[in-house]
Each structure stands twice: as structure tokens, then as C-alpha cells.
């Protein structure tokens, strides 16, 4: 293989110990934070090397690019688990469901009614996150966060969907500690174990605020293509 795959492998090394590292620092088990290796733009070839390493839980934010790509690994890494960390358009709901094990970004009552009929006829039940838009950002997909509490109601009442935890994405230009403050306080308050927090650039800090998922993809595979 191309020296670059060594190179992911061995940057994947590094952001592991640094993970634990942040999770000791912050008195926490290091098997308590999950790290979903985000390979968006990469080819099967670039992720082959973190694969055979032994890791096996990854994510994608395009569901046609996880299509073209993730059935192939799976034939040869069966236990592979796959998240779904992008936006989700509900006429891919049903691939969605068939493709993923977690989708980390409901946010609309649209989506929510999707996945219940698609989950509903597949049999299929895929962990599910809402994403909460906890900057309020137009541009930005996301509950804001004082709809959090009633979106999340909706979906369990109207929906019968099990909502497992909430994932953000703080804005660029701004400290992101407030942001996972402020979305682990609405999992806290809505009994919500999950939290998807923090990626290349601010990981350490989401886990010291409770993260049990952190999305990282350049700091193991480089740049994106």
C-alpha cells in the first residue's frame, strides 16, 4: 500500500492516545468516548489500512457516497458500524435505513415520519441522534435548541422513535465549549445517554463536556479530496 495509508494508520494511533488522554483528564473511562472515523471523500483504499487495523466504527455524511463504497468493506469486515453524521434528505430515508446503524441528524418532523415508516418496513432499528443546531445558524441544519425539548417529544410520541442522544457541530468562528455545554444540559434534562461531540479540532474539549462520540476525519486521513 501507498505510504499515505501507513501514514492514516499511524495518525489514527495518535488520536486515539489522545483520546484517552481527554477522557482520563476528565475522569472518564477512555472506552466510554467512541471514536466514529469520518471518511467522507476517502476511497475504500484509504480506509483499507485504519480497517485492517482493527477499527471498525466509521461515518459518512452522504448516503449515495456510504452506497457506492460501504457494501464492498462489509462483504470483508462484516462488523463494521456505520454512521450517518451528514444531512439526511427524507427520499434517501430508505436507504438510509438499510445502509446505516446510526444516524446521528434528525431534524425535522419530515425525516422523523420517514424513518419510522422506512425503519418500520425493514425491520431495521438504526440508533438515532438529533441534531441540535446549538449556534443558530441559518446556514445549518439542526433543531435550535429551544425547540430541542419538543422536537424530541414529537418524535417519541408521534413518530414511536426511540432517540437515543443529540449530536451539534458549534459554530466555526466561536468557542465550542458553550455549544456542548448547552447540548449535553438538553440530553441531560431529556435522559438522553448519547452525545456526538467534538471532531478534529475540538475533540478533547466535547469529551471533557460528556461526549460518548467524537467525529474525526482529517486528523486520521489527511485532507479532504
Known amino acids: 500500500m501507498p505510504s499515505k495509508?501507513?501514514?492514516?494508520?499511524?495518525?489514527?494511533?495518535?488520536?486515539?492516545?489522545?483520546?484517552?488522554?481527554?477522557?482520563?483528564?476528565?475522569?472518564?473511562e477512555p472506552r466510554s468516548v467512541t471514536l466514529v472515523a469520518i471518511t467522507k471523500t476517502f476511497a475504500?483504499?484509504?480506509?483499507l489500512p485504519v480497517l485492517e487495523s482493527g477499527h471498525r466504527v466509521f461515518g459518512e455524511n452522504r448516503v449515495q457516497e456510504a452506497k457506492a463504497k460501504w457494501p464492498a468493506l462489509r462483504e470483508r469486515f462484516p462488523d463494521i458500524e456505520l454512521h450517518l453524521v451528514g444531512p439526511l434528505q427524507s427520499n434517501k430515508a430508505?436507504?438510509?435505513?438499510?445502509?446505516?446503524?446510526?444516524?446521528?441528524?434528525?431534524?425535522?418532523?419530515k425525516i422523523a415520519a420517514a424513518l419510522a415508516e422506512e425503519m418500520a418496513k425493514q425491520g431495521r432499528r438504526p440508533r438515532l441522534l438529533v441534531e441540535i443546531n446549538s449556534g443558530a445558524e441559518p446556514q445549518k441544519a439542526g433543531v435550535l435548541p429551544e425547540a430541542a425539548d419538543a422536537f424530541l417529544a414529537e418524535c417519541r410520541?408521534?413518530?414511536?422513535?426511540?432517540?437515543?442522544?443529540l449530536m451539534c457541530i458549534p459554530p466555526i468562528h466561536e468557542p465550542p465549549a458553550p455549544h456542548?455545554?448547552?447540548?449535553?444540559?438538553?440530553?441531560?434534562?431529556?435522559?438522553?445517554?448519547?452525545?456526538?461531540?467534538?471532531?478534529s479540532a475540538d475533540f478533547s474539549t466535547a469529551i471533557a463536556f460528556g461526549a460518548t462520540h467524537v467525529r474525526i476525519g482529517s486528523a486520521i486521513f489527511g485532507p479532504r479530496r
Not at 495509508?5 to 472518564?28: D, L, N, S, Y
Not at 410520541?157 to 442522544?165: A, H, K
Not at 455545554?181 to 441531560?188: N, P, Q, R, S, Y
Request: net charge positive.
Open 5 to 28: 495509508t501507513h501514514a492514516a494508520v499511524e495518525r489514527f494511533g495518535i488520536v486515539r492516545a489522545e483520546i484517552e488522554k481527554a477522557a482520563r483528564a476528565a475522569g472518564r
Open 44 to 47: 475504500a483504499e484509504h480506509i
Open 94 to 109: 430508505r436507504e438510509a435505513v438499510a445502509l446505516f446503524d446510526v444516524i446521528h441528524t434528525i431534524d425535522r418532523p
Open 157 to 165: 410520541m408521534s413518530y414511536g422513535l426511540v432517540i437515543e442522544g
Open 180 to 199: 456542548f455545554a448547552l447540548t449535553a444540559k438538553i440530553a441531560k434534562r431529556n435522559a438522553l445517554k448519547l452525545l456526538s461531540m467534538g471532531m
